[in-house]
């Protein structure tokens, strides 16, 4: 029974409500909100930074929040809100664009905070009548279309709430790359080009100039965080980042002084700063308080046309200024029309008195009887008659007109989208079934729809449209603070950037016209590390980015031909290194010239024993009837005499340019000319021993080794070393060959002697042969003097063993021609120890003792 109770008060609670929600519907609360209205066919909703000075509520939750309160008029805002309803009024003139259609607006301000601003979005989409019917509910939404916000943080959380309802909005100010996202903000569009752009730009300027070591700040929101976050990416590509700071939203007095302490510490002449002039504000005023000089300032567009920024003020520090700004358009009858407001005291016009009172420093006051009347009690009272056309202030200056200009592109946008709806012929139309939209009961996603494809000239010449993304087309001005001669700031241009432009042709600058901020007024440098020239390498600094890097020179044999070159590169095996380091040269090519002081007296040398053993031949043979000469076999002395000689002229074989033909001839003819003089050497020291015995009683020791014995003897010794020549010259021949080992910057040219084994045989039996006759000359020594020259032959052998033996690690020690020069230089000492020792002592006999030269003498006891 209860239970049945129960239902049935179910129900007649159900039904009650329904019917209450069938009739009406009621707002618990209307927002406070500063606004501007008119009444219109078709309204569009506006959003504008209007004031600043906030009062924040209670937020404690401990009783009902009171509403935000806002105050102060920013007259440049109002200026902007003044164009937007002008744009408005002058397509109402217009018989061609939306003819018989009257536009009206529904402004908001949005106290430059976020819950103002959606509170304000809300407004906008719902209305704010108190009781809504559901004959309220049906044809158009309270506005079709809402221009603004300027800020991306409130465009990004205005558009998500747009987005069930698909209303299109069309902010003139917020840039974050972020809202080009189609699929997060599908009903987003904008006169203001994408923050991607933006970076884009700033990389160009930064990039043109050189600098590399660049310093970053942004604000603390989407638009600052985005940005800056694109731009180091890009930065990176070709720079280092010297610092990231972020600028507070509030309460940031300890953080603005780190960021100055960074900046002043960091050598980093360039700092870009992505941030709003509001944002940017505290910092500026800190940094002209702190005077800090010497730095070149990149602005975002949202701070570099600012006029709270740009007084003389700032100058000293923030002159110079480069920065990028949305490009100006000038709005003809604009002015005229500014100066044409005047006071109004409807309940939803409030903000027009709001500026009134800022304007003239004045306020009103309403009478006691609840009606806005004017009352004169004082001279900080405002009567309303105030002359706008006295006043001087940014409101009224049209000069510079950019992001105004961007609001006027908004409007004409929806306006043009509107009349590509109105224009619609049935039948032809987008939707379903080929259907148009009709004007009277037009729908946010209708519009939204002709939104996309908007694409005319406006009446300044410039195409306005909007991608696949809804972005603006990307065409900034580059702007330089300067100073006028009365003190005023100038915005300067000194630029375009058009992403549009054929690559390489996007950023055009008059770099005459730019003004810079530092005593040499020159561009200045923001290196970390200067540039590495060519003959260098950049070598990273450890733990530092790799903008900051020591310059090393390239080592021996490698070259850098770029500027910042990360490596050296080796030259290739036939050249060198120049003395820059900056180009490979063909190497020095060296040998043991002919023509240097080494080559002609070491030939001079050879020469000199060629003609000297020629000129003991001589004697010999003019005296060769002679006791001296016939002792020991004269046809040996002969033959030595001739060996002498082509030992002496084998020399000169190692003289000279290298060739095939050298390096075989050479090694050859020294080895069989050695070979033969120490074996004639070896036979005269054996033909004194046997000549010697043969004096013996009962000895016939020269019976045994007579003339043809010795002649034998000496020519199988050589032989056998002929052998050893054919047997090396024929497997592996010493061939010409390049040596850099000695030395890398020359190329010496040399013999190679190809197969180490054959040349060690081949000395090492000359070696053998002088090592025989040594030992048998010094046991001959002590046979009597007068009969023999045993004495002389151990004596050369002496020389002879003595220079090739220091000869091997004076050989192995010597680099370059140095080498050949040993080698001829102990086959000239050897060969002159040979000569002077055994020859001396008889050429002095037959030619100064002649007296002795007689068979009794030699003969002696």
């Known amino acids: 029974m209860k239970f049945i109770v129960y239902v049935t008060l179910s129900i007649c609670c159900i039904v009650v409500v329904a019917s209450v929600i069938q009739s009406t519907c009621k707002i618990q609360e209307i927002f406070q909100l500063n606004q501007l209205y008119k009444k219109g066919d078709v309204i569009l909703g506006g959003l504008f930074e209007l004031t600043s000075n906030k009062k924040t509520p209670d937020l404690s939750l401990s009783s009902k929040p009171e509403q935000w309160t806002c105050e102060g008029i920013d007259l440049v805002v109002f200026q902007w809100v003044q164009i937007m309803i002008f744009a408005i009024e002058e397509i109402n003139k217009n018989q061609t664009l939306l003819p018989n259609i009257t536009l009206g607006y529904q402004i908001y301000d949005n106290c430059a905070i976020l819950p103002v601003a959606l509170r304000a979005a809300v407004s906008l989409l719902g209305g704010l009548e108190y009781v809504i019917s559901d004959e309220e509910c049906k044809g158009r939404p309270p506005v079709l279309a809402i221009i603004g916000d300027p800020a991306s943080t409130n465009s990004i959380a205005i558009s998500r709430i747009l987005k069930p309802f698909q209303v299109p909005q069309v902010s003139y100010s917020a840039s974050c790359s972020c809202l080009s996202n189609k699929q997060e903000y599908p009903s987003f569009f904008r006169t203001m080009p994408s923050d991607a752009f933006q970076v884009k730009a700033i990389v160009h300027i930064v990039k043109h100039f050189g600098w590399s070591w660049i310093g970053c700040i942004a604000s603390e929101d989407d638009y600052g965080q985005n940005a800056i976050k694109s731009f180091i990416e890009e930065a990176e590509k070709f720079g280092c980042i010297a610092f990231k700071e972020t600028i507070p939203k509030t309460n940031g007095v300890q953080e603005i002084s780190q960021i100055i302490k960074i900046i002043k510490e960091s050598t980093a002449k360039v700092i870009v700063i992505f941030s709003a002039d509001t944002d940017f504000m505290d910092l500026a005023q800190e940094i002209v308080r702190q005077n800090v000089t010497g730095k070149q300032w990149i602005a975002s567009e949202g701070w570099s046309t600012s006029t709270v920024l740009t007084v003389p003020e700032n100058m000293i520090t923030l002159g110079g200024t480069i920065g990028i700004a949305v490009r100006r358009g000038e709005i003809s009858g604009l002015q005229y029309f500014l100066l044409q407001v005047q006071p109004d005291f409807a309940s939803n016009n409030q903000i027009v008195n709001k500026f ?101 000239v406006n009446q300044l010449g410039e195409r306005v449209a909007f991608d696949e993304n809804g972005d603006a087309l990307a065409i900034y001005d580059i702007i330089n603070w300067q100073q006028r001669d009365d003190g005023t700031i100038n915005i300067k241009a000194i630029g375009v950037f058009d992403e549009s432009a054929p690559v390489g042709q996007e950023l055009l600058l008059n770099k005459e016209n730019i003004f810079w901020n530092f005593e040499s007024g020159q561009i200045p440098k923001s290196v970390c590390s200067e540039s590495c020239l060519p003959g260098f390498r950049k070598a990273i600094r450890k733990g530092q980015p790799i903008c900051c890097f020591d310059c090393i020179p390239c080592a021996d044999g490698e070259i850098s031909t770029e500027i910042d070159s990360a490596e050296c590169l080796k030259c290739s095996v036939d050249f060198w290194s120049n003395e820059g380091r900056n180009q490979c040269i063909l190497k020095e090519i060296e040998f043991l010239s002919y023509e240097d002081a080494m080559g002609i007296t070491l030939t001079t040398t050879a020469l000199s024993g060629t003609c000297l053993s020629i000129g003991i031949l001589m004697i010999f043979i003019q005296y060769r009837n002679t006791p001296v000469v016939k002792a020991n076999n004269s046809e040996l002395s002969f033959l ?84 050893i020549c054919v047997i090396w010259l024929s497997i592996s021949p010493p061939f010409p060959s390049k040596n850099t080992k000695y030395q890398n910057s020359k190329i010496i040219l040399e013999c190679d002697i190809a197969s180490l084994f054959g040349f060690s045989c081949l000395l090492g039996y000359i070696g053998l042969l002088a090592c025989i006759c040594f030992i048998l000359a010094f046991l001959a020594r002590k046979l009597p003097d007068n009969f023999n020259e045993a004495k002389f032959i151990t004596f050369s052998m002496l020389i002879f063993c003595t220079v090739w033996i220091t000869f091997i690690p004076a050989y192995i020690s010597s680099p370059g021609k140095y080498t050949v020069a040993v080698e001829v230089f102990a086959i000239l000492a050897s060969s002159f120890g040979i000569l002077f020792a055994i020859f001396t002592p008889k050429c002095y006999i037959i030619l100064l003792k002649p007296e002795q030269n007689t068979k009794k003498a030699l003969m002696g006891r």
């Open 640 to 723: 030595l005499l001739v060996s002498l000689t082509l030992c002496f002229l084998c020399s000169l074989c190692f003289i000279g340019q290298p060739s095939h033909f050298t390096c075989v001839f050479m090694y050859a003819i020294f080895g069989i000319s050695f070979v033969l003089c120490i074996s004639c050497i070896l036979v005269k020291t054996l033909v004194v021993i046997m000549a010697f015995k043969a004096t013996l009683p009962g000895s016939n020791a020269m019976k045994w080794f007579g003339i043809a014995q010795q002649r034998g003897t000496v020519f199988f010794f050589t032989a056998i070393q002929l052998l």
């Open 356 to 456: 009134w009172e800022t304007m003239f420093e004045c306020k009103f006051q309403d009478n006691l009887y609840g009606k806005s009347q004017l009352l004169l009690l004082s001279g900080d009272q405002c009567t309303g008659h105030e002359d706008l056309k006295t006043t001087k202030t940014a409101y009224s200056d049209v000069s510079n007109l950019r992001v105004a200009y961007n609001i006027y592109k908004a409007v004409y946008a929806l306006a043009h989208a509107l009349h590509s709806l109105s224009s619609c012929e049935n039948g032809k139309g987008p939707f379903e079934y080929n259907t148009c939209a009709s004007i009277e009961n037009a729908q946010p996603w209708q519009l939204l729809h002709y939104l996309k494809e908007v694409n005319f």
